[in-house]
């Protein structure tokens, strides 16, 4: 393989091998024109001639990892990673949601094309853009477009505001598993020192009021118990931590850094456990839902097709956005773990079998949840879509264990049912914190190279430290706000900057070329006119949709006041401005014109109208 050095005190022309491991240098004299050659199955690049260089271009090497970079030891690891971070708790409980209020079975439709024309493109972009390049999230950029590195870090930031909130809502659900070792659920009846006035038993009972001023046992537990929500005034007075939660979270981020210390060696062998188990649990859930009383109600307000919702745009947008975060291109995560493949490996089918497998998931979840929900209504003697009116955490900490309290043998459904949570949470903690890992590790590999068990010990220090707000009495309002405002419209827009800077900037002939390179064959037309514009149109017209009409913030009965929007645009903000900021940056500090500065070309590029006579070669091994 050959691997090009292009700064200016040393344009070496390296070509590794890696057959006896000997060192050898050959001087300019011995080079000849066949040292030059592109090897089998190497990209050749081609594109636009830029002014001053050969306008015959020789074929560009492949850059490809060495033997000290981390791999995974099967192929199935990856795969399972990869399954375990895209589906989460989303799955579980917004998918359901938004397919209900959205049409019900006629919101597959939009969700189908949005899936087909977005989100699979971008992911399938981001498993070849990873692999191809072997680097993280930062350092890749240096190959792709340099001036655009900013990206790096803007994920990484916003990785770690993930990290702040979705490890609570873990927390809360180990809390649940905990309290689930009893004989009977504590959220079950209204006995409790928790409970109020308002708490309204209707199970096992007759003649029971159900009015707006009424708590179920399962609410009252899970906003006056295990939030204690009711001690807080709001942002402005989110009161102190509870230490119950913050134990929960301890044990939880033990866990990830156990999981993530050593590499993907180790975390390739959790996920074999916390990839898997949910699905067990998600088949007996569903079993034992369709076996209860109003179970068929739930199912046909699930898929009961309400085909004039087509056309508002609104429905169409929560397709994009949905499929958008349920694979989860632009976290950085598929560039991390894909970099770890080998380079041959068949990207296209991953993308493509872990994508179905992700839709098939959510999907099927629906069934799961809203055959409890119409055994709900059964039993509330009211209208699914009363039982259905709340999502988010509220329906995985309230109306599903409701149900399941109330269900034969309980104890068991709950503990499953929780273990579930706390699986699939952590599936998707260890690919966003990997993200972080790979992107700094491979940009600072002088000082990390060696250290990664220190590196990742301070990050999850960090990320414990920064959830102390979540864990308040008021941590509920800071998980929306940071959910709403920290990931939401910054990931989108880096996701659609991203795909701007491969199809636009990297240029599409050699992406298409960087593929040939590792699967033998070059992408279809379909893909090619998906990145080049089809897939950013997906996301600025979700952009543009969530700017123009921004959802009101609202969690219980508590509005959120003007003044914590604003910090939620800062919040917002202070990932995404690392975008301009370092475009800024390389534009004062580098010397030249923006041409000579190669700011919106790679190294690569611009080696391969390179003077041979100025090139040395370099064997290594």
Not at 105 to 121: D, Q, S
Not at 321 to 326: L, M, T
Not at 380 to 397: C, H, I, T
Not at 478 to 500: C, D, P, Q, R, T
């Amino acid at each position: 393989m050959r691997i090009f050095c292009a700064s200016e005190a040393c344009q070496f022309f390296f070509k590794l091998t890696c057959s006896d491991g000997r060192l050898a240098f050959d001087s300019p004299s011995t080079m000849t024109r066949q040292d030059t050659a592109t090897p089998t199955g190497s990209l050749s690049a081609q594109g636009p001639s830029n002014t001053g260089y050969n306008n015959n271009p020789a074929p560009v090497p492949v850059i490809t990892q060495t033997n000290s970079r981390d791999k995974w030891s099967k192929k199935m690891d990856f795969l399972l990673s990869v399954i375990g971070f895209a589906v989460d708790l989303g799955n579980v409980w917004r998918f359901p949601y938004i397919c209900y209020q959205n049409g019900g079975g006629a919101f597959l439709i939009p969700y189908i094309v949005m899936a087909i024309f977005g989100g699979v493109p971008l992911f399938y972009m981001e498993l070849a853009l990873g692999q191809f390049h072997r680097t993280g999230a930062i350092s890749i950029w240096k190959h792709i477009c340099p001036i655009f590195k900013g990206i790096g870090y803007a994920i990484c930031v916003i990785a770690l505001y993930v990290s702040f909130y979705y490890n609570t809502i873990i927390a809360w659900a180990l809390f649940y598993f905990y309290s689930s070792f009893a004989s009977v659920l504590p959220w079950t009846n209204c006995d409790n020192a928790w409970n109020t006035e308002n708490c309204t038993n209707y199970f096992l009972k007759d003649n029971v009021t159900w009015n707006n001023y009424s708590r179920s046992p399962a609410e009252e537990f899970y906003t006056r118990n295990v939030l204690e929500i009711h001690k807080s005034d709001g942002l402005h007075n989110v009161g102190g931590v509870r230490w119950q939660l913050m134990l929960c979270l301890f044990l939880i981020f033990t866990i990830v850094y156990f999981s993530l210390w050593k590499g993907v060696k180790t975390s390739g062998k959790v996920v074999w456990v916390t990839a898997t188990l949910p699905y067990v649990v998600l088949f007996i859930l569903l079993i034992r839902g369709a076996t209860l009383p109003g179970a068929w109600k739930g199912v046909v307000f699930y898929l009961k097709p309400k085909w004039e919702k087509l056309f508002e745009t609104s429905v169409w947008v929560d397709a994009a956005a949905q499929i958008f975060f349920s694979l989860g291109p632009g976290f950085g995560v598929l560039l991390a773990l894909s970099s770890y493949n080998p380079f041959t490996n068949n990207c296209y089918r991953d993308a493509i079998v872990t994508s179905l497998v992700n839709c098939l998931t959510s999907f099927m979840s629906g069934f799961v949840i809203f055959t409890v929900l119409g055994y709900m209504a059964e039993k509330r003697n009211v209208n699914v879509e009363d039982v259905a009116r709340d999502k988010g955490p509220s329906l995985l900490f309230i109306t599903y264990p409701e149900a399941i309290a109330n269900m034969t043998g309980s104890t068991f459904f709950a503990i499953i049912f929780f273990v579930m949570m706390i699986t699939l949470g952590l599936d998707s903690t260890f690919g966003g914190l990997e993200a972080i890992i790979t992107a700094v590790m491979d940009e600072y590999p002088g000082y990390l190279a060696n250290r990664r068990e220190l590196f990742v010990l301070g990050l999850v220090v960090v990320c414990f430290l920064g959830s102390l707000s979540t864990l308040t009495n008021g941590g509920a309002y800071v998980v929306k706000l940071l959910e709403e405002f920290g990931v939401g419209s910054s990931i989108i827009a880096v996701g659609f900057l991203e795909a701007i800077a491969v199809s636009w900037f990297y240029g599409i002939t050699r992406f298409s070329n960087d593929i040939k390179s590792m699967l033998g064959y070059s992408p279809g037309l379909f893909w090619k006119v998906c990145w080049v514009a089809i897939s950013p149109a997906f996301l600025a017209y979700i952009i543009v949709s969530s700017l123009l009409k921004p959802p009101p913030l609202q969690l219980f009965d508590y509005k959120y006041p003007d003044w914590s929007i604003t910090v939620g645009y800062v919040i917002g903000a202070s990932s995404f401005m690392w975008i301009p900021i370092y475009m800024v940056y390389k534009l004062v500090w580098t010397p030249g014109s923006l041409k000579q500065c190669d700011l919106f070309d790679n190294q690569l590029w611009k080696l391969s109208h390179y003077n041979p006579k100025t090139l040395h070669a370099v064997e290594i091994f």
